[in-house]
Structures are given as C-alpha cells and as structure tokens.
C-alpha cells in the first residue's frame, strides 16, 4: 500500500510542477542570455539583448523588454531550429535591418524553412524591412528569382544609404502591423 501512495505523491508533485510551468510567465530580465534574442514576455513586447559595463569595466549582457509589441505571440521563445534555420543570432545585440542587405542572410531568411516555418522572426524582419519601405513578401520573392536584383531593390530603397556610424532600425523602435503570416 506504501508504494501506490508513494506513486500517487510522485503523479501530483509531478503535475503541480507540469502546471506550474504551463502558467509561468517569460519575463524577458529573467531568461538567460541564450535565450533572450527572439523571444517575446507573456505581455506580448520582445525580448532585447543589450550590454551594459560591470564594476570591474568588463562588459555583461542582460535581457530587457523592448517597447516593441507582438500580437498574437506572447510568451514565445524562439526554437533552435529556427534560429538555424533563419541565420539568425541569438547572441546579437539588438537586431537591425542592416542584416537584410547581406545576400546569405536573406537567402536564408526567404528559404522555405525559415519563412513559412518560423513567423516569430518572420514578423521581426518584415517590420524592419517595413521601417526601411522593403515589403519583405517581395524581397523574398525576388530573392528566389535573382538574388543580386533583390540586393539591388532593397538598396535603392534608401536601407544603404544611411551615413556610416548613424543608429540603423533596432527592434526598440516602433513596429509596423503585424505580417500577413
């Protein structure tokens, strides 16, 4: 009789523990590192890796919330699989729409396995496309047609032409609608 009990003890330990974490909420200053870029809190606002210098002048990372909401996402953190999958890092310190002008990057954010398979960061980089007046669903699609037109579309489109050193979009600014995902 001591071993059924014993069992039953274990089934609602485990389940008190199994709902607990099902109604734990993200708070980005909470995640670690690792998992801070690409996740988004429970309140809906993403996750932003920044730095910030220690005592000893070293410098630290710690996740904040951003101000930029996510509609129908709260409570996200980003797979491993996507984040492969996207060529994104999570060890970026914010995220910028500088990376839309790398061909590799947007190879790999238009390919299949990132763009129908990931809409976090999907929803990420059209606003940043959007913020510099690129609707991403033509970029990616250009992309797959003629890379270097793609480079060409997104360049003329005033993204490149900001002065060396100025502050490029960061997922800290105001966000467009949501994609059409």
Same mark, same amino acid.
């Given at each position: 009789?001591?071993?059924?009990?014993?069992?039953?003890?274990?089934?609602?330990?485990?389940?008190?523990?199994?709902?607990?974490?099902?109604?734990?909420?993200?708070?980005?200053?909470?995640?670690?590192? !690792?998992?801070? =870029?690409?996740? $988004?809190? %429970?309140?809906?606002?993403?996750?932003?890796?920044? #730095?910030?210098?220690?005592? +000893?002048?070293?410098?630290?990372?710690?996740?904040?919330?951003?101000?930029?909401?996510?509609?129908?996402?709260?409570?996200?953190?980003?797979?491993?699989?996507?984040?492969?999958?996207?060529?994104? !890092?999570?060890? =970026?310190?914010? $995220?910028? %729409?500088?990376?839309?002008?790398?061909?590799?990057? #947007?190879?790999?954010?238009? +390919?299949?396995?990132?763009?129908?398979?990931?809409?976090?960061?999907?929803?990420?980089?059209?606003?940043?496309?959007?913020?510099?007046?690129?609707?991403?669903?033509?970029?990616?699609?250009?992309?797959?047609?003629?890379?270097?037109?793609?480079?060409?579309?997104?360049?003329?489109?005033?993204?490149?032409?900001?002065?060396?050193? +100025?502050?490029?979009?960061?997922?800290?600014?105001?966000?467009?609608?949501?994609?059409?995902?």
């Amino acid at each position: 009789m001591a071993s059924s009990s014993s069992k039953l003890t274990l089934v609602l330990l485990l389940s008190s523990l199994f709902l607990h974490a099902t109604l734990a909420e993200i708070v980005c200053e909470e995640l670690p590192k !690792d998992l801070c =870029a690409f996740s $988004i809190a %429970s309140s809906g606002k993403r996750c932003s890796l920044e #730095t910030y210098a220690n005592q +000893s002048g070293g410098v630290e990372y710690q996740c904040r919330t951003s101000e930029v909401i996510v509609e129908r996402m709260g409570g996200y953190i980003e797979t491993d699989e996507c984040v492969r999958a996207c060529g994104v !890092d999570r060890d =970026a310190v914010g $995220i910028s %729409s500088d990376a839309l002008l790398e061909p590799q990057f #947007t190879a790999k954010l238009c +390919s299949p396995a990132c763009y129908r398979r990931c809409p976090n960061i999907i929803d990420l980089y059209y606003n940043l496309a959007a913020g510099e007046g690129v609707f991403l669903p033509d970029l990616c699609e250009v992309q797959q047609t003629n890379p270097h037109r793609a480079m060409m579309a997104l360049m003329s489109s005033g993204a490149a032409a900001s002065p060396a050193g +100025s502050e490029s979009s960061d997922i800290t600014a105001v966000a467009p609608a949501m994609s059409p995902m």
